[in-house]
């Protein structure tokens, strides 16, 4: 028995390495799964459209811009006291596919692997004694965007997850099950070239069993908000903030920032509070779109630990698009301009919106998410200048199967109205 207690001892600071808290068992459920999240100081619950969902807010699965989406991380880790040295490694895996525009579904196996830990502690007469521990979460959840299933002008996410938990340590089992559950709203277009999204949920409310003792898993409430600034076209600045209380009622604090071009090379840093302690981080990211229907990313993080170094997180993620992006665009509904004549900014000549729009039916090429974003910023300057007819054409051609497709035909909507008034 002592042997066991002195195994979680250990585990637990595997948690205080990512600057979490929780009980002495099952803390590796706290350590930060993904390299992304990491960097941006541990906030994750306004990741919208992300992989990351799988161990954090699951809501955030919503929305996928690829059909299949598969992550993977190895984080090798090295940490040495006054009583034992150790070895261990933080890993994940997992995957979502979406089912279609409104439903996703993933799962995951995440946890950590840890050497034999051996120490100067005497158990049962034997000095040195090299004990074995491991510890494993497996879990399935889905994600529904209501936005893009009933229709509404407000992108709403909800999603849940189920999980599986179970620790060995030495001849002692605890296992237990837990469930994540979440949501995310986003409005567009709130300030000019921005968006705001509001998260919350619930992280790991479950029950145990154990072998030898009753424990308590390290659940959380969190809630965050995350504010995008699209500055130049294909150049985005993010900022997310999340705050979260567990069951002991402790307050943590974390926040990040995030600058994107081209949606291609990724800059972050971010830093977490947590009783008492300051974790800062940092990190960047790659990703690679091949044909239009293929992406490859490579995320890195530093967090930095007081007493531990420097921890590192390497992330890598393949998504694919079983088809390429190209969909007809829906109908313009506004009967009022079918077939009125509409002036063109700087232009002597006249275009119908109901010709441009079936134009854009009749071929639409296949585009990319860098593409998506071109039209889209395109498109704003477009409006800006007041030239509504050729914005229309522009956000048209962004295929429903984008992540962008929403916000596109919320600007549509809006350009009509405009032209309307005029």
Known sequence: MTKALYILCMIAAAAVLDGAYGTEAFDFLTINNGARTAALGNASAVLL???????????????????FTLTVSYDPLFF????????AALWNAGGV???NPWLSVGSFACGVSYGDIIGNFTDNNSVGESLA?????????????????????????????????????????????SGSAGCVASLVNVIPYSDLSLGIYIRDLGGTVSTFRNIVLPAAYIAGIGYALHVFDSMVIRVMCDASLDASSRLAIAGGVEYSLMQMLFLRGGCRYDDGSLVPSAGCGVKYTIGGQATVGVDYAAIMINGFGIRHAIQTEFAYRFAPSVTAIPAIKSKAIDNQKLPVTNSSDSVNVKEV????????PQTTANEDDELLRQGLTAAKAKDYARAIDLWSKIPASSSLYERAQKNIQKAQTALNGE
Do not use: W
């Open 49 to 67: 459209s992300s992989s990351d969902g799988l161990f954090h807010n699951p809501a955030t699965m919503g929305g996928m811009e690829h059909d």
């Open 80 to 87: 040495n006291d006054s009583y034992s040295l150790s070895t």
């Open 97 to 99: 596919v979406r089912i």
């Open 133 to 177: 521990a491991s510890s494993l979460c497996a879990g399935i959840g889905a994600a529904v965007s209501i936005a893009n299933f009933i229709g509404t002008p407000l992108r709403l996410d909800i999603g849940a997850m189920g999980k599986y938990i179970a620790e060995t340590i030495d001849r002692d089992t605890m296992f237990g099950v």
């Open 357 to 364: 729009v079936q134009a854009t039916k009749n071929e639409i």
